[in-house]
Nanobody, 124 residues
Framework: QVRLVESGGALVPPGASLILSCAAQGGTLSMYVMGWFRQAPGKEREFVGGIRWTDHLTIYSDSMKDRLTISKDNVGDRIYLQMTGLKPEDTAVYYC?????????????????WGHGTQVTVSS
């Protein structure tokens, strides 16, 4: 079982860029499909993007795809979510998730392992 730890959340002004990181503890991420999700107050958790380690297939939310890049390191224990042009509506807790297999799921119920999240606040 892998333990996930997100970091990089911050308070940033509108238009800023931010890179979130998700690190594995007790395992390697190369065995999993990884997803990024976010949850704003009073809203359901929504898919942001995902990546399959074996072939670097990436999938992004249609609403954010022009502002996102998901990448991974070469060691197998960390993925990144780069966000640009941040807007106040991007304010949320951002989570990374992992699931064994090859399917990059866009629904949260399909992911077995979750981190505790990192807060991103976009405000002037």
């Amino acid at each position: 079982q892998v333990r996930l730890v997100e970091s990089g959340g911050a308070l940033v002004p509108p238009g800023a860029s931010l890179i979130l990181s998700c690190a594995a503890q007790g395992g390697t991420l190369s065995m999993y499909v990884m997803g990024w999700f976010r949850q704003a107050p009073g809203k359901e958790r929504e898919f942001v993007g995902g990546i399959r380690w074996t072939d670097h297939l990436t999938i992004y939310s249609d609403s954010m795809k022009d502002r996102l890049t998901i990448s991974k390191d070469n060691v197998g224990d960390r993925i990144y979510l780069q966000m640009t042009g941040l807007k106040p509506e991007d304010t949320a807790v951002y989570y990374c998730a992992a699931n064994p297999g090859r399917q990059v799921w866009t629904t949260s119920r399909n992911y077995a392992y979750w981190g505790h999240g990192t807060q991103v606040t976009v405000s002037s």
